[in-house]
């Protein structure tokens, strides 16, 4: 037969399917996942058994670590030394398990997450509590299996007398599942399982009057007893875990920080460090020094402050901003009956209660057994001694040991079990004082069997035995609580005057895109001039604010987006500097623009009235509340529906009370009242404000009121003027609206333009910019253009050149 013949066809899936099948069943089953009843993984069980199984006890000296692993490897798990002394590790670090496992001697690692020292250094035994998981394991209270090469035998499960998966713990990552088990009080969890031994059918509320929570070995607090309650009910829930802190005042006005506990698996180095990094990256104003005083005395952290400094918002900002606080997941999954599930709390403690009948059923079975021998025996020697001559007569008589005790079973009508303990009956027991003991051992031991009996024979008593023996333990090993646990989850609200200093500056974006944030001492330092901020050739400033570093900006585009940019987010550059494009802090798109910027100091305090107007250019209009424009997202939000081919020219803020007068291209216009806008949602498309031509377009819009000041208008060419706001009546939202700009017409006529370039109304003087398309540009004065009727031809204001013409109009003041 040839090579090829002896192999079978086989799909991939199929081959695939079944080795990680097979591989997933043995990382779920031996070695990720803890066993409901005794909360151990395998590798923690093997290590156990192999320190008990060695001598490695309470009441012994200390041994190798590495004699340890030699044995655990060599007996029971044959892999890499690595994972069991790392396992060995874990259960003795007391700031990762309530009550450690294994007792160690020398380097175990640190709370800063420092390794233990090698396993040649260290020494280990069993702690006193886990004599308590491995108590009776001789009594074959636990079935026991083949090991790896079939050369000894090892435990399937520890009898483990209190229950250890809550007590202790665990977490693990296997092949699609999880586990995530915080550890408990030993009382609240031994209190828990008196309960539900004495009442099965117990609510998780009444159980949570008794387990109130987790109770983690470093203390903090729990916030979220929601969470914890999902978690008792589902096996899945969230709680917070907070730091324990206290705020002291220190000489000098000042105060200080003091944290004395930090949240579960949390390492305290990264801790400090990132504590540290806040301070030397001044996200927050006031932390003067970070440090770690922990020692003898236990964990002590000390962030010292700032004189004035607001301890209380500092502290709110590192809860939120470092591990101080972090989230706990409960994952509550063990292998129940050799498969994964995720338990509730109750049905956790019905299991281990279950296998403590077990572990006590067969217990007393064993005892029994050794009782019920022990009596068969004494009874034997009992009879014998009431028949000692004749015994004695008989034993003479025979040739040899077996013959005497054929003898003995034939004459006298003895078990083979009493021949035996006759014929190895010391000389000694003969006397009267021995044969009173037998008497009173004898009758002790039936004593001890009929209680034996009644123990398997009555659940009660069954009950009664394991509660007696758990409050033994609880007793003994019982400690305080030591995480406190509040109901409700503490929201932390930040103050941005925490993380900024609060500081009046000057913001600047040019047309070209570049943003800026700049000190009032650099621009007074550098001439206290406007106009001699530093832009790229080329290019204007067209929006200047005076702002705080605790304000927040709304950046509004062109196509009916926004961005919300707080201002102390906007990078520090000198006055005469160019500063940096926008798109560099704000993800705006390259076909789009910025038109509008909105400042807010507070969302919280702006007035009920206050809204935002969107003007088109294709004169669309649209009124929101400015409440709705409240976000944390730092990515393009939808400002307003924008039509195909349209695009926002201006953002205005409104109270609702005012006017609206729009200006087109054509020189038209019309003022209506702003009330005529309905307030509509955040996308919302709006209303028409004015009917245009298909070839016109507005050009400005400003809100007015009571007929006071003047609109002026420029146009491509230069020409214009300003006409009083009284000469423009109101009229109804949506109309065609009143001319008013002249323009003429002919051909021996010097023309004044093609089209308006911009509408600007004033009440008092302001100084504008004017742009040309060629990059030259003009500053005008409001006061000194003329005044005229509104459907006048304007006059020259500038004069560009032959070729060129006005694109761009805008207000250049501001108040310092």
Known sequence: MGMLEQFLPAFLEEVVGDRFGRYSKYIIQDRAIPDVRDGLKPVQRRILYAMYDAGNT????????AKTVGDVMGNYHPHGDSSIYEGMVRMAQPWKMGHPLIDGHGNWGSQDDDPAAAMRYTEARLSSIAMELLRDIDKRTVPFKDNFDNTTKEPVVLPSRYPNLLVNGVSGISAGFATEIPPHNLREVIDACFALMANPSMSIEELMSIVRGPDFPTGGTIMGAEGIREAYTTGKGRIYNRSKTEIEDVRGGKQQIVITEIPYQVVKARLVTAMENIRLEKKVEGIAEVRDESGRNGLRIVIELKKD????????????????QVTYNFNMVAIVNKAPRQLGLKEMLAAYIDHQKEVVTNRTKFELEK??????????????????????????????????????????????????????????????????????ELLETQKRIAYLRSILESEKKLISVIREEMLEIRTKFGIDRRSDIREEVEELKVNLEVMVQ????????????????????????????????????????????????????LLFTKKGQYFVLPVHQVPEFKWKDNGTAVVNIVPLPKDDAIVGIVTIRDFEQIAANASLLFVTKRGQVKRTELKEYKSNRSTAIAAAKVAEGDEIIAVLESTGTSELLLVSKQGMAIRFAESEVNPMGRVAAGVRG???????????????ADDEGEVLVLSDLGYGKRSLLAEYPIQGRGGKGIATFEFKEGKRVKPNGNGLVGAIYCRQEKVLVVLAASGASWMLSTDKTPLDERRSIGKPLVAPEKNDSIVEIYTRSITI
């Open 58 to 65: 309470p009441d012994k000296p200390y041994r190798k670590s």
């Open 309 to 324: 400094a607001d301890a209380q918002g500092i502290l709110a900002y590192l809860f939120k901003k470092t591990d101080l």
């Open 371 to 440: 009782a019920e021998d022990r009596a068969h025996v004494l009874e034997g020697l009992v009879k014998a001694l009431n028949l000692l001559d004749e015994i004695i007569a008989t034993i003479k008589a025979s040739k040899n040991r077996q013959d005497a005790q054929n003898n003995l079973v034939s004459k006298f009508l003895f078990s083979e079990r009493q021949a035996d303990a006759i014929l190895t009956l010391q000389l000694y027991r003969l006397t009267n004082l021995e044969i009173t003991q037998l008497e009173k």
């Open 502 to 553: 609060s500081e009046d500056v000057l913001l600047t974006l040019s047309r070209d895109g570049y943003i800026k944030r700049t000190s009032m001492l650099s621009y007074t330092r550098s001439g206290g001039e406007l106009d001699n901020a530093g832009v790229k050739d080329g290019d204007v400033i067209r929006h200047l604010l005076s702002v705080n570093t605790i304000d927040t900006l």
């Open 690 to 704: 004015m009917q245009l031509k298909d070839d016109d377009e507005l050009i400005g819009c400003a809100l007015v």
